[in-house]
Nanobody, 121 residues
Framework: QVQLAESGGGLVQPGGSLRLSCTAS????????MGWYRQAPGKERELVAR???????TYSDSVKGRFTISRDNDKNTVLLQMNSLKPEDTAVYYC???????????????WGQGTQVTVSS
């Protein structure tokens, strides 16, 4: 079984910072892309940032220059450093990873349970 465990959400004032962490565990053969999505109340889930094992990191336009995604491949971990937070960043943030459970499995997308980020004064 594969799990994604997220941590680091919370309440922060506008202009503040938070760091989200997500670690993949379980039966993992290979990890391709790891990333973060978010869903605000009444809105669809949207991409925040994703980091492939090879290739270019992608950020949504709304977070470019404020958020930084990074990976620690030895620990199967992806981090999201969020700076200069705005009230419109308030959402549930979900970790996503495209992983292969074994050499005989196809790559699949796995999701974390979500962590709440609230930006408010």
């Amino acid at each position: 079984q594969v799990q994604l465990a997220e941590s680091g959400g919370g309440l922060v004032q506008p202009g503040g910072s938070l760091r989200l962490s997500c670690t993949a565990s379980g039966s993992i053969f290979s990890i391709d892309t790891m990333g973060w999505y978010r869903q605000a109340p009444g809105k669809e889930r949207e991409l925040v940032a994703r980091a492939p094992s090879l290739g270019t990191i992608t950020y949504s336009d709304s977070v470019k220059g404020r958020f930084t995604i990074s990976r620690d491949n030895d620990k199967n971990t992806v981090l999201l450093q969020m700076n200069s937070l705005k009230p419109e960043d308030t959402a549930v943030y979900y970790c996503n990873a495209r992983m292969q459970r074994s050499a005989w499995h196809k790559y699949e997308h796995f999701w974390g349970q979500g962590t709440q980020v609230t930006v408010s004064s």
